[in-house]
């Protein structure tokens, strides 16, 4: 799997893909299905298939003071795209550059001149082009004329409900890890580095690997069961672990500090330094203030025997 520059010329080998095209942030079963797609016919045309995705979020650029919403790191999204199939993700960095290119500039540009695409695939309520001035009949206009051929996809419903990101984030931010993982296909899940903390849960007898939030969502602030997943390069080989997690801002220890802790049930090793993905598996209660370390060690006690349930 390439990570690919969306400013750059495609390399020869590339050139003539099948291009998903989208944001894909989350990567759930709606865009599954549009990457499936440009899989499936570029291996039917023995083409490479290629995901192209934007960086930061279109949002993010347009209102840059909105709260924090990614579902997905381009890490992760590089990973689920190369599991579905493609030969390699284009980033297009979305800047002034990129939002003041009209749909006609950017099929020229990008599309043809760069990437050298043989055919697009999209969701059918795709948009592009300053002002969203193309959608999908637009694209496909444009296809025919430049000589590249576009698919669309329609919606993946669940439930009578079209699956769409702001779905899984509403479901996260309502404690719902099970509701979003049904539409993912997967648990929702934080990738960081384990950073050194204030030790407390080592002194505690629960010692946790503290990942800043960074761009991710929040998801609702209090317990959760986890499952946390270690590098497959580092000293501990991929071990997937059971654990309890605490994710929000630690109420009962000041000052507050906003972290993701979770703590690993029968594993002591360093994680410190490691890039770890840790999954929302259940919530199990809401965040609480204690009076005496010694409450706050026995909650811990019973949230870690709840979460064993949840993850058997």
């Given amino acids: 799997m390439e990570r690919l520059d969306g400013a750059a010329s495609v390399p020869a080998h590339l050139r003539g893909g099948i291009v998903a095209l989208g944001n894909f942030d989350g990567f759930h079963r709606g ?17 490479p298939a290629i995901v192209a995705t934007f960086d930061p979020h279109p949002m993010r ?53 760069l990437i050298g ?17 193309g959608d999908v009949n637009v694209l496909r206009a444009l296809g025919e004329e430049l000589g590249f051929s576009v698919d669309t996809v329609a919606p993946v419903e669940d439930t009578g409900e079209v699956i769409s990101s702001s ?20 648990p929702f899940a934080i990738e960081g580095v384990v950073e050194p903390g204030a030790k407390l849960g080592r002194e505690l007898g629960y010692p946790t690997a503290n990942i800043q939030l960074g761009n991710y969502l929040r998801p609702r602030y209090g317990i959760y069961a986890v499952r946390g997943r270690l590098p497959a390069n580092g ?7 059971d654990g309890a997690a605490n994710l929000g801002i630690r109420p009962s220890i000041e000052p507050p500090v906003e972290l993701l802790e979770p703590y690993f049930f029968d594993f002591s090793g360093d994680l410190y330094g490691q890039t770890i993905e840790v999954e929302l598996i259940e919530f199990l209660r809401d965040e609480a203030k204690f009076d005496s370390l010694d409450a706050l060690k026995a909650q811990i006690a019973a949230d870690c025997e709840a979460a064993k349930a949840a993850l058997a």
Avoid at 75 to 98: H, K, N, W, Y
Avoid at 117 to 133: E, I, L, N, Y
Avoid at 167 to 183: M, T, V
Wanted: aromatic share 8%; charged share 25%; proline share 5%.
């Fill in 31 to 47: 865009h599954q299905a549009v990457v499936g797609r440009a899989v499936t016919r570029a291996r039917a045309e023995g083409r």
């Fill in 117 to 133: 695409a043989g055919g697009v695939v999209t969701g059918a309520d795709f948009t592009f082009g300053k002002g969203r001035d």
């Fill in 61 to 113: 650029y347009f209102k840059p003071q909105t709260p924090p919403f990614r579902l997905t790191t381009l890490d992760q999204r590089q990973r689920l795209f190369a599991e579905a199939g493609a030969d390699a993700m284009l980033v297009f960095g979305f800047d002034a550059a990129l939002a003041g290119l009209p749909a006609r500039a950017f099929a020229e540009q990008r599309l043809v001149e």
């Fill in 167 to 186: 779905r899984i984030r509403e479901a996260l931010q309502a404690g719902k890890p099970r509701d979003a993982a049904a539409l993912l296909t997967r």
């Fill in 235 to 241: 000293p501990f080989g991929g071990r997937i672990l």
